[in-house]
């Protein structure tokens, strides 16, 4: 029974940072990059202004840092619940 809870305790934190990543990534690809597109315009960053710059690199950057953010997390959620590699 108890190794039933650990496994349940260890999918719903998977899911819970998923969803959390996905959600950050939505945001800055979607909100930042369309929606908010025009609010963004009269920011200059590096030549261009900021609703350009999140609709070109700003989205690939973020998501690349959460790439990164998600392994290192998961990491310590596989060491928490006992299911890390080494």
């Given at each position: 029974m108890?190794?039933?809870?650990?496994s349940?305790?260890?999918?719903s934190a998977n899911i819970r940072i998923i969803y959390i990543c996905l959600a950050i990534?939505?945001?800055?690809?979607?909100?930042?990059?369309?929606l908010?597109?025009?609010?963004?315009?009269?920011?200059?960053?590096?030549?261009?202004?900021l609703g350009f710059w999140f609709?070109?690199?700003?989205?690939?950057?973020?998501?690349?840092a959460l790439i990164f953010y998600y392994a290192t997390y998961m990491n310590k959620i596989d060491r928490?619940?006992?299911?890390?590699e080494e």
């Open positions: 108890t190794e039933n809870s650990s349940n305790a260890y999918w990534w939505a945001i800055v690809s979607y909100g930042f990059g369309i908010l597109r025009p609010a963004l315009s009269a920011i200059p960053v590096g030549g261009t202004d609709a070109q690199q700003g989205s690939i950057v973020i998501f690349i928490a619940h006992g299911v890390d």
